[in-house]
């Protein structure tokens, strides 16, 4: 069973915001989409990127620097000039407390649904 790690709060990541945060050594960026909160590798395919740093436009997370797409739920990259996809991480919500686990699901979006 994987173990999930408290990484931030609700109040730290409100709709439509995303932070990056560090799981098991990973770092992750956290987002959350109405609600939902998905949590995939922070950085991006294509180039040493933080993806925290980009804009959340619905269930996608745009890379800021050469803005490449990525689709939240499943990691896939939908844009170039990356073309690999993003790893996944099942994510908790306790309360206010965002857990996620540093265990990654290439290709398998495991958001936690309010």
Not at 98 to 110: D, H, K, W, Y
Request: glycine share 10%; with cysteine.
């Amino acid at each position: 069973m994987a173990e999930f790690i408290r990484v931030a709060t609700l109040q730290e990541v409100p709709p439509g915001a995303a932070k990056q945060v560090v799981a098991g050594g990973r770092k992750i960026a956290v987002v959350n989409v109405g609600g939902t909160v998905y949590a995939v590798d922070d950085t991006c395919t294509h180039e040493d990127q933080s993806l925290a740093a980009g804009p959340v436009v619905g269930e996608i997370l745009v890379c800021p620097k050469h803005g490449s797409r990525f689709h939240l739920p499943s990691g896939r990259v939908l844009s170039l000039p990356a073309v690999r996809p993003v790893a996944t991480y099942p994510v908790k919500v306790e309360g206010d407390a965002i857990l996620v686990s540093p265990e990654s699901r290439p290709g398998q979006g495991m958001p936690h649904r309010r």
